[in-house]
């Protein structure tokens, strides 16, 4: 009855200090972590965004040496720009699929023929056929996909500023998404936007000046990470002062010849 209870709360109480100090030995789980050379998960975010071909990568042939050619453009330090032309059937989305498809055996690093390497945080891949992603907020909103929480909150709060414009918004992009992540960006058959003088069309000014500011934006005391793969059955042409002030900026990789069968 009461005298029970009141014992057992005795011994609660007089065994209370040696439990605090059983309960101050247990490790804590930062301490579980660092013992195991380990960090807390991630939050999440993806590595590959986007209709990524699955057949990239099983179906690619005889494109070593291409391959090698858009492993080299990648890694360049120099490269922002890379276009990957010829005709339909040549194998340019295959080419850039295989590339993506080999990340994780590389451990998101691509090595070029000189053994530099780039390492990619992730990729975003772009099928301009689909009308729905033939535009800017289509793209950032896969961007806020590979992004932490608290950056992807930041970035569709400020592409939502109405009071900003699209350069003000790009500048934002590049300043706070592009240079603190190395992605890269595939988009694949361009011709698609184009017109009869292989410039971006005029409905998609938007795309137009994200390319632009892919050859043109000086980061901040930082080195370039992010590079965009174009696909295209035709050459992208961009204005005369950007070409040329800027051409080691774009590479062009020319396939004369399809895969073969």
Known sequence: ??????????DIVRDLPKL????????????CRDRAGTNPPVPSAER?????????????????????????????QQCRVICVNGHGGMGKSSLTARLIHELPNTAFNVRSSRGEELHIDVAVWIDLRLSEQRN??????LFRRVLDPTAADD??????????????????????????KCILLILDNLEVVLDQNNRVQGGY????????????????GKQCLS??????????VLPRGVAAIHH???????LSNGLPE
């Open 1 to 10: 009855g009461l005298a029970e209870q009141q014992a057992m709360e005795f």
């Open 20 to 31: 605090l100090a059983k309960l101050e030995k247990i490790p804590s789980l930062k301490d």
């Open 48 to 76: 590959f965004v986007g209709p990524i071909p699955s057949g990239g990568g099983q179906h690619f042939k005889d494109r070593v040496a291409e391959l090698q050619r858009l492993r080299d453009a990648v890694v360049d």
């Open 136 to 141: 800017l907020d289509k793209i950032v909103e």
């Open 155 to 180: 970035l569709r709060i400020h592409w939502r500023e109405e009071k900003l414009g699209l350069l003000d918004k790009l500048d934002y992009l590049f300043r706070h998404v592009l240079a603190e």
């Open 205 to 220: 000014k938007d795309l137009g000046e994200l390319l632009l500011r892919y050859v043109e934006y000086e980061y901040p």
């Open 227 to 236: 590079r965009v793969v174009v696909t295209s059955r035709r050459e992208l």
């Open 248 to 254: 080691s900026r774009i590479r062009l990789l020319d």
